[in-house]
Each structure stands twice: as structure tokens, then as C-alpha cells.
């Protein structure tokens, strides 16, 4: 069992920086993979990062490729999304998840947390 707990969101302005904690606790990550997904509301969640956490490898979505960015601390056992260049269309609940490196299927997830960017 894993368990994940997001924090860090707020209401920023465009062009603001804003960034999300993920603390996870109760196994090893070592072979897991974590990701962040958001929900804006009417929308379907999607995916925005993610990053394997042994070797640190990082994947994007194109919406916020060069103004996101994934990174994990292994002392912490928390993962981070820093964004950067925020826009209005960022606003959703950000949630933060873990699979299994071998699974294609986030078991676990965050309760979410709130980013709110306006205009």
C-alpha cells in the first residue's frame, strides 16, 4: 500500500510559478513510477509528468513540456512538480499517483490539490 498526500496548491496569476509536493509513505519506491494528472472541471483527468524513480527518467505532456518540470527526492520520499509560465488553462485539481514500473495501471493515488490560475 501506498499512500500520497499532495499539497503546495493556491490561486496564482498567469505567468505565475507555483509548486506541487507529493509525499508518499509506506513502501519502497524504489520500482514504482510516479506521475501527476489533473482534472479541469468538465474535463477528463489527464496526464501531465511523470519520472521512474530509480534513474530519474521524466516524461511530459506536450501541453507542458518546457514549463513543468517532475523531480523526486529520495531522502524525502516526495516527488515535486514545479510549474513555471502558468497559464488560466492550467487551472484543475492536480493529482498525484504511483504504479508499479511494470504496470501500465496507477494503483495509487493522491487526494488532489487545488491550482486555480487567473487572468
Known amino acids: 500500500q501506498v499512500e500520497l498526500v499532495e499539497s503546495g496548491g493556491g490561486l496564482v496569476q498567469a505567468g505565475d510559478s507555483l509548486r506541487l509536493s507529493c509525499a508518499a509513505s509506506?513502501?519502497?519506491?524504489?520500482?514504482?513510477?510516479m506521475g501527476w494528472f489533473r482534472q479541469a472541471p468538465g474535463k477528463e483527468r489527464e496526464f501531465v509528468a511523470s519520472i521512474v524513480w530509480s534513474g530519474g527518467i521524466t516524461y511530459y505532456a506536450d501541453l507542458v513540456k518546457g514549463r513543468f518540470t517532475i523531480s523526486r527526492d529520495n531522502a524525502k520520499n516526495t516527488v515535486y512538480l514545479q510549474m513555471n509560465s502558468l497559464k488560466p488553462e492550467d487551472t484543475a485539481v492536480y493529482y498525484c499517483?504511483?504504479?508499479?514500473?511494470?504496470?501500465?495501471?496507477?494503483?495509487?493515488w493522491g487526494q488532489g490539490t487545488q491550482v486555480t490560475v487567473s487572468s
Open positions: 499517483a504511483a504504479r508499479r514500473a511494470y504496470s501500465n495501471t496507477y494503483d495509487y
Open positions: 509506506g513502501r519502497t519506491l524504489s520500482t514504482y513510477v
